[in-house]
């Protein structure tokens, strides 16, 4: 590996939405900065799987289903 070129690893503060903070190793900043997550695992729906909702613009989505309704999709 090349020397000098890779980013300092050090200890940041991460503080959740809720207020919650945790320590991490990371390349932001600098050694005890404080990372403010505006959005967190705790609250999105992609980690917590929270409702859903499909756009269905165009049709594009009637079109494949009925288009592939045999193979139980």
Known sequence: MKKNIHPEYHLVDVKLTDGTIYQMKSTFGSEGDTMVLDI??????????????????????????KKYEGLGF
């Open 40 to 65: 967190d695992p705790k609250v999105h729906p992609a980690w917590t799987g929270g409702a859903h909702r499909l756009l269905d613009t165009g049709g594009r989505v009637s079109k494949f289903k």
